[in-house]
């Protein structure tokens, strides 16, 4: 039974930072490949951040330059550090993971594993 669990989430002021986790279980942690997606109210859910098996990592434009996505394997965690945070980065953030993704990575339809989420407000 694979689970995520995402933590970190809550009010931040905008310009400051943000540390999400994602504790992953039931699964060979470190072979797959995890992304980070949020979505606002009224719109769809989006790809942030993504990270491969060998550490390779892509970025949304909303948030290149502002957002560092990392692996501890031997933690089982997925991370995701923002900075300068904005109001428009305000949603529920979500971490994902599938053993392989072959198409477009910030695709939802290329995960079948997703935690409950945790929401960011920047104001």
């Known amino acids: 039974h694979v689970q995520l669990v995402e933590s970190g989430g809550g009010s931040v002021q905008a310009e400051g930072p943000l540390r999400l986790s994602c504790v992953a279980s039931g699964y060979t942690y470190r072979r797959h490949c995890m992304g980070w997606f949020r979505q606002a109210p009224g719109k769809e859910r989006e790809g942030v951040a993504y990270?491969?098996?060998?550490?390779?990592?892509t970025y949304a434009a909303s948030v290149k330059g502002r957002a560092t996505i990392s692996r501890d394997n031997a933690k089982n965690t997925l991370y995701l550090q923002m900075a300068s945070l904005k109001p428009e980065d305000t949603a529920m953030y979500y971490c994902?993971?599938?053993?392989?993704?072959?198409?477009?990575?910030?695709?939802?339809?290329?995960?079948?594993?997703w935690g409950q989420g945790t929401q960011v407000t920047v104001s």
């Open positions: 994902a993971a599938d053993r392989k993704v072959a198409g477009p990575v910030f695709s939802i339809y290329e995960y079948n594993y």
């Open positions: 990270i491969d098996g060998d550490g390779s990592t």
